[in-house]
């Protein structure tokens, strides 16, 4: 009989606990304050991370609307999904609360303590990268607004106990597919008739490489650098063409880029002591995703589950407009962007996966670095 209540109280706890969080359990809910296996992750990065800066600046490149957010607890907030990005399944995995977005993470000390999220859609590690939206906040200026909160944490922490805890938080950083997809391939930019493939992933792993060496120099130590997907095969660049299929040219103008990241990251670890890179490799993860689709459960691979015309991606997903009942088995949630079930898939495969997906450790083993 005590057995049995004892049983039943676990269930009622559990049954609490997953309908509080939408049907998914919430560690963040099961961990005391500071139970993470870091203490903290700051995100850098763009739309397929942003969770909600760019809902007040003067900008096209917004989803804090209905159908976005569908599948997420509390509805639209900004992330250009239907629910979890890849950063809300590391997290979670890590042990961290939600991490809130700059632009609503007070000053105070229970909001920032475990990280803050600068993403911003449209933005890139050039300046320039995604001005057709007009706002959004680029590389540069995410590492101004991590350097203001950086004050204020140090106001609650001391500066010893700042560098210490920033020492050993995880830095989280997704740029690059803008600077093609909004600059390079935009007809409106001079980019591509100033540079070639190779060119144009050379300047930008060499901005890149003065963006992350900022970051070491304010405290970073622990970075995880997410590559580019496989762009020729987004539902947007697919009804570019009239075949159905990726497009080769695409895909093979963004590899130079990834191959870039993994001397960048090479160079970077040699020349700032202490430092420590992983590199998410997203191209190979989507390259698995899409070649064993059945295998993962999903069905359709080459339409948004949201959006208009060729492959639901000449027009992405609009206010209110009814997205495919299926989700799960999609592998886009709109032209650019993927669903949930592949966000999740790759935020587990960066925290635990093996060295072809996240390279040379996984996420775990950078965490439990000392
Ligand atoms: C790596 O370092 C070498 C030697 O300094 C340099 O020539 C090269 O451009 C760097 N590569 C990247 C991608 O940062």
Not at 53 to 78: Q, R, V, W
Not at 199 to 219: C, I, P, R, V
Not at 257 to 272: A, H, P, W, Y
Request: overall charge neutral.
């Amino acid at each position: 009989m005590i057995t049995f209540k004892f049983y039943c109280f676990l269930c009622l706890l559990l049954a609490t606990v997953m309908l509080s969080s939408g049907g998914r359990l919430v560690k963040a809910d099961a961990f005391p304050v500071g139970g993470g296996m870091v203490p903290a992750m700051f995100i850098f990065g763009d739309s397929l991370i942003d969770n909600g800066n760019n809902n007040d600046l003067n900008s096209f490149a917004k989803a804090n609307y209905f159908p976005y957010g569908i599948d997420f607890d509390g509805g639209p907030t900004g992330r250009f999904s239907n629910g979890y990005t890849m950063v809300d399944e590391i997290a979670e995995l890590l042990g961290l609360p939600m991490i809130p977005p700059y632009s609503q993470a007070s000053s105070s000390k229970e909001q920032t303590i475990h990280g803050v999220n600068f993403a911003s859609a449209a933005a890139g590690i050039l300046d320039i990268t995604g001005r057709n939206f007009v706002g959004r906040l680029p590389f540069n200026q995410q590492i101004k607004n991590f350097e203001n909160s950086l004050d204020q944490i140090t106001d609650n922490l001391g500066a010893g106990d700042v560098a210490q805890m920033l020492s050993q938080s995880l830095f989280f950083v997704g740029m690059g597919s803008n600077d093609y997809l909004n600059n390079y391939l935009m007809p409106n930019y001079p980019t591509r008739n100033q540079y070639n493939g190779q060119q144009f992933a050379d300047l930008l792993s060499k901005e890149y490489t003065t963006q992350l060496t900022k970051l070491y120099n304010l405290g970073a130590r622990k970075f995880v650098l997410a590559g580019i997907g496989r762009m020729g095969c987004i539902p947007n660049i697919i009804a570019h063409g009239t075949n159905g299929r990726c497009s080769e040219d695409v895909n093979q103008l963004v590899l130079p880029f990834n191959e870039n990241m993994r001397t960048m990251i090479n160079n970077l670890s040699t020349n700032l002591p202490g430092s420590k890179f992983v590199f998410v490799n997203v191209d190979n993860m989507f390259q698995d995703l899409l070649s064993n689709a059945r295998s993962y459960g999903f069905r359709v691979v080459n339409r948004g589950c949201c959006g208009i015309g060729r492959n639901r991606g000449q027009v992405t997903c609009l206010p209110f407009q009814t997205p495919c009942p299926n989700r799960r088995e999609y592998v886009f949630w709109d032209a650019f962007h993927p669903t949930e079930a592949v966000n999740v898939l790759m935020g587990r495969k960066a925290f635990s996966g093996t060295p072809d997906f996240v390279y040379p450790i996984n996420i775990q083993q950078l965490a439990n670095i000392p």
